[in-house]
């Protein structure tokens, strides 16, 4: 379902599931991040479902996500709070990981440094504190060796809208980029 106009990434309130018709294969990312075949195959068949929360508390936005899979499986929790600072992490799908997130504008060092991947195709909707119109995300796995950079905003295709991630995941000297798409599943329950 396209995302209705009053959810935007300063919005994401909501349940969205993974749209696998129009995402890039996770397959590929998941062996490369070092996740085991059964849990690579059990997520590969399972309808992801993300519930966000997005609230901004003394200034500061924090983004809670839980993913749950077909049938109520435990997904991962992400906790992100859009300063920068380094946070710890240990996820039962990918151990223990280092991440930071922030508000993120098209133009500047920050944006000058993505991959020219990441930078295309995204709907200009400036909805941030300062009128961002994405979110930047990274993810360090220093146990299996691999660096993920995520954009995170909305495109449309086909005319209609999609919460978009565009991911860049590298160990060593492999390089994988995907697209991840999302339909609105409706407000949190």
């Not at 119109?133 to 809208?161: C, D, M, Y």
Request: glycine share 10%; net charge negative.
């Amino acid at each position: 379902m396209a995302a209705p106009a009053e959810y935007t990434i300063a919005n994401l309130n909501g349940q969205w599931v993974l749209n696998k018709t129009l995402s890039d294969a996770t397959e590929p990312v998941l062996t490369l991040q070092g996740v085991g075949w059964l849990k690579r195959k059990a997520i590969g068949l399972a309808t992801i479902t993300l519930s966000i929360t997005e609230k901004v508390v003394d200034g500061l936005t924090i983004i809670d996500i839980e993913s749950t899979g077909t049938g109520g499986i435990q997904g991962t929790a992400e906790h992100r709070e859009l300063n920068w600072s380094e946070r710890e992490h240990e996820d039962h799908v990918f151990g223990p990981l280092t991440g930071q997130t922030k508000w993120l504008d098209n133009k500047g060092a920050d944006w000058d440094a993505l991959d020219s991947f990441q930078k295309e195709g995204w709907l200009d909707e400036r909805v941030g504190p300062n009128g961002e119109p994405h979110i930047l995300t990274t993810a360090v796995s220093k146990t299996n060796g691999w660096t993920a950079i995520q954009v995170w905003g909305f495109t449309e295709l086909n005319g209609v809208r999609y919460y978009t991630r565009k991911v860049v995941i590298t160990k060593g000297s492999e390089v994988l980029k995907v697209r991840i798409f999302y339909d609105f599943a409706g407000p949190k329950a």
